[in-house]
């Protein structure tokens, strides 16, 4: 589902675009959700070494935010999330997704807990109608809270260190906790890179003195502020999936059976059939042990990216595609992920090859290469995990 | 207290449902929230007709389920003339499909509207294979026993269909889905005949007769034939008889006894709470309210979104205001020489009439010049039909607003009934957000839901909802606003307890 951008009214400038148009060398703009967000602001290698070794600014405004209020906020919730949202502590963050009734995924997103009767939901997609839709029948009130407040994801090793030298202690936060460290200011220890990270969300007019601010701490670290190109290498290291990349949003999509089981995409964890009704949950018991297909992560034979190419079996039956592909600096594999048709994703995955079409020197090829099924992330280092955080 | 399924509603419909399932060897409780059984065919004090009050569309199908009679009602059906009320002329009077004037000399249309009643008809017997039995379509694996049934019944609709010749068949495609002010209009001069079958065709519906899709409900009226009944003994036999049925089949009935809440364990049900705070056990609930008040019973929580919004968007106004009229001396029908009783009389002039009654609807107003359907039950007792009555009239529904609509109604009859404001005894206005009250019926909507293309078999009363299961297992909606519809069929509840039994097989 992409927002319909008036072309006469061309991008709209993000609460940071003063910072970010100077740091611009790239001139390399593209459009999310309407704003002018910046692809790379450099060049996506310095980018991505800083987010990998030091420190990373990226400015996530542009994500859709909802407000959540009300006494039944919580069973408004949970009735529209595949997951258990009770279990969410009160200050904790879950990451969830929610399905149509078919049992597509709509969405994924991370849901704020502030009490038990308040929330905040930040996601990709415009969510506002479904939102209403969810909210019809109980006592809650939705607020677009997408222009009121603006966020950034500091992600890296020395992260922790930053904001501490922006005199923020957020020593205590376990990953998916979030604190208020100073008023209107709250921090979750959440992101989007596998890595030590966390976002700092703030009102919409407070988003320049607290970039500000941030920067003046990052300057011993090596902070530097990236475009979306880092964040991408560094998602697809963590196995993370892209709406609208790796799974096609279910109420975006205009074709049938474009949609995609939270089972088809690896999150079965995530689906609690036991919690009582939710959206799309009987449709998802009927889907839960007939996948049509399950995203894989795999190694891919070579170091030619293969994001597109088709995947087939024993070189012969066209059995899926490649929908994100990345040559890893750090886990210095050819990562991909894949989504492969049932039966073929379960039997002798090792029989599976991505067509890769190459171009050199003005000669296309074609070539098959190996996959590798992976299991867990192509990346996942234990700082990003350890509390207190290593400083560096 | 445990029953193997309870019926929420004392209608035509839930009584059937009841009745059908204790056949079937259920322990079956059926809760009605009123003093009394029928719903919308419950009759008055005097056992006549409080709301609904004729017959048109009883299933023989369903009397034979519910242990009735093969063969025959256990109450005497009296066919009903219809009049078609002239304002500038001879009245017109029809008996079966003859229509005559009332000075006993040929109508000069007889012959068309013969033929236009008559090609109804067969289309309605067509389509009663379509409401007899539920919507449609196979969803299961064609080689179950459920699946083959299916393919049967198809297969008899359309030999049916494919016995039609082409040019028929034509003509038929072509007006299922039109409007009845063209069809009407084709053969007939606009006049009361045409007035009152445009008004047969709009009764009880959001519709004027140049709405789409009013053709098909005026074929839905004549599903069993088209003729029109008053039974013996008033709706209080009707009534009488099919809670007989339902006593006879073991179903325990218990009246002051609405339901507050229908409570699940998990995604099924688990009991139904009265109003009264008594909890009693079920696995299954048939519901004969409308599917939303259903919905809310159950909780929206055990609905799906998408399910939740259909619901709330059901198109669901009742335009029809009932008003019972006793009156202290016999009144007759100007220019009527026979005194017929029972008799139809119909006031609408013309189609046009018609639609214009319906315009001031459309912004939340009563028709000024009411298209009425009055049914004269003897000189001094009268159930009137007022069209349009809108149940969100703008300001409400207030005693100004009903004796507003009393007094439009005895001046639209005054010129054919003389001396009739002055022999009013007793005038009870009743209207739709009443009868919503009373009955549950959704927006006072006979049908639970307005009968338009978009609602109906499969779509009835919403996508994915449309096998009469709703929800939360063990949960079905058995009242008008399933298919196939109401009218005092009885075929949406036979249905729904057919196939809350076919799922415990």
């Known amino acids: ?392 | 207290m445990s029953f193997d399924a309870v019926i929420i509603g004392g209608g035509i419909n839930g009584l059937v449902a009841a009745s059908v399932l204790a056949r079937g060897g259920k322990k079956v409780c059926l809760l009605e929230q009123s003093g009394h059984l029928g719903g919308l065919a419950a009759p008055g004090p005097d056992g006549g007709a409080r709301m609904a009050h004729l017959l048109y569309n009883l299933s023989p199908l369903v009397r034979r389920e519910i242990g009735m009679d093969a063969h025959k009602w256990p109450f005497k059906l009296t066919p009903v003339s219809t009049v078609a009320l002239n304002p500038d002329g001879p009245h017109v009077v029809i008996r079966g499909q003859k229509a005559q004037l009332a000075d006993g000399s040929a109508h000069p249309e007889a012959e068309a509207y013969r033929q236009l009643n008559g090609q109804l008809i067969r289309y309605a017997d067509i389509l009663r294979g379509l409401a007899e039995g539920g919507p449609l379509g196979i969803e299961g694996r064609l080689s179950s026993i459920s699946g083959l049934k299916e393919l049967w019944r198809l297969g008899r609709i359309g030999r049916k269909l494919k016995r039609i010749d082409k040019s028929e068949m034509r003509r038929f495609l072509q007006m299922l889905l039109s409007n009845a002010y063209d069809l009407i209009l084709d053969d007939l001069k606009d006049g009361p005949l045409a007035g009152m079958m445009a008004a047969d065709a709009v009764r009880g519906g959001f519709a004027g007769p140049r709405s789409p899709g009013t053709v098909f409900s005026l074929i839905y009226r004549m599903g069993h034939g088209g003729e029109v009944t008053w039974p013996e003994g008033g709706m209080g036999a009707v009534v009488t008889a099919f809670e007989g049925a339902a006593q006879k089949a073991g179903v325990d009935i218990r009246l002051n006894a609405g339901v507050a809440r229908i409570l699940l364990a998990g995604d099924r049900v688990r009991a139904v709470e009265t109003t009264g705070g008594d909890v009693i056990e079920t696995k299954t609930v048939l519901s004969s309210t409308g599917a939303l008040r259903t919905a809310h019973m159950a909780g929206v929580d055990a609905f799906d979104i998408e399910a939740a919004r259909r619901l709330r968007n059901i198109r669901v106004k009742g335009t029809v205001a009932k008003i019972n009229l006793t009156l202290t001396k016999p009144v007759s029908v100007a220019g009527l020489t026979d005194d017929m009783c029972p008799a139809r009389l119909v006031l609408a002039p013309t189609a046009e009439y018609v639609e214009r009654a319906f315009n001031p609807a459309k912004y939340r107003q009563m028709s000024e010049a009411p298209v009425i359907e009055a049914l004269r039950i003897d000189a001094q007792t009268f159930s009137l039909m007022v069209q349009y009555a809108p149940v969100d009239l703008d300001g409400g529904w207030t005693d100004a607003a009903k004796d507003k609509l009393r007094a439009v109604t005895l001046s639209a009859l005054a010129p054919y009934l003389p001396g009739l404001e002055d022999a009013v005894a007793q005038a009870e206005v009743i209207t739709p957000d009443q009868i919503e009250a009373e009955t549950g019926a959704p927006g006072g909507h006979w049908h639970h839901a307005e009968m338009a293309l978009d609602q109906l078999l499969t779509l009835r009363p919403a996508n994915g909802m449309g096998r009469y299961a709703m929800g939360p297992e063990g949960l079905y909606l058995c009242g008008a606003g399933a298919h196939p519809g109401g009218d005092l069929m009885g075929l949406a509840g036979r249905n729904a307890a057919r196939a809350a039994l076919e799922v415990g097989k």
């Open chain 1, 1 to 392: 589902m992409s927002l319909f951008v008036d072309p006469k009214l061309g991008l709209i400038d993000g609460p940071v675009q003063p910072r970010l148009e100077a740091q611009s060398r790239a001139k390399s703009w593209y459009d999310w959700a309407g704003y002018a967000a910046p692809a790379v602001l450099d060049t996506v290698e310095f980018e991505y070494f800083a987010l990998r070794n030091q420190a990373s600014l990226f400015d996530v405004s542009p994500m859709h935010k909802y407000r959540i209020r009300g006494p039944q906020a919580q069973a408004m919730l949970n009735r529209m999330m595949t997951r258990d949202i009770t279990k969410i502590g009160t200050n904790r963050v879950g990451y969830t997704l929610w399905c149509d009734e078919e049992g597509m995924v709509i969405d994924d997103g991370t849901l704020f807990r502030f009490a038990d009767d308040d929330w905040r939901l930040c996601c990709q997609e415009q969510m506002l109608t479904w939102l209403l839709d969810a909210a019809w029948g109980f006592d809650v009130e939705i607020t677009d809270e997408s222009k009121e407040v603006a966020g950034f994801a500091l992600q890296g090793p020395s992260t922790f260190a930053v904001l501490e030298s922006a005199g923020w202690d957020v020593s205590a936060l376990r990953p998916f906790d979030m604190a208020e460290v100073a008023p209107g200011i709250l921090i979750s220890r959440t992101g989007f890179t596998g890595d030590l990270g966390y976002e700092i969300w703030m009102p919409w007019d407070d988003a320049l003195a607290v970039w500000d601010k941030i920067w003046a701490a990052g300057d011993l670290w090596g902070l530097r502020a990236i475009g979306y190109e880092a964040v991408d290498y560094a998602r697809l290291e963590a196995g993370f999936l892209t709406a609208g990349v790796d799974f096609q949003p279910a109420r975006g999509t205009e074709r049938l059976h474009r949609g995609l089981t939270p089972y088809e995409l690896g999150f079965g964890r995530l689906v609690h059939l036991d919690k009582g009704h939710f959206n799309g949950r009987r449709a998802l018991l009927k889907a839960k042990d007939a996948p049509r297909s399950v995203v894989m992560k795999v190694d891919v034979e070579g170091f030619k990216p293969a994001k597109g190419a088709l995947i087939y079996h024993r070189k012969k039956r066209e059995v899926g595609h490649i929908t994100s592909g990345l040559w890893s600096p750090t886990a210095k594999r050819n990562i991909a992920l894949a989504h492969v048709q049932m039966p073929w994703a379960g039997k002798r995955p090792s029989d599976l090859w991505a067509e890769i079409y190459t171009l050199e020197e003005g000669k296309w090829d074609t070539r098959m290469a190996r996959l590798t099924p992976i299991q867990g992330a192509f990346f996942a280092p234990p700082r990003a995990r350890a509390t207190p955080p290593a400083r560096i």
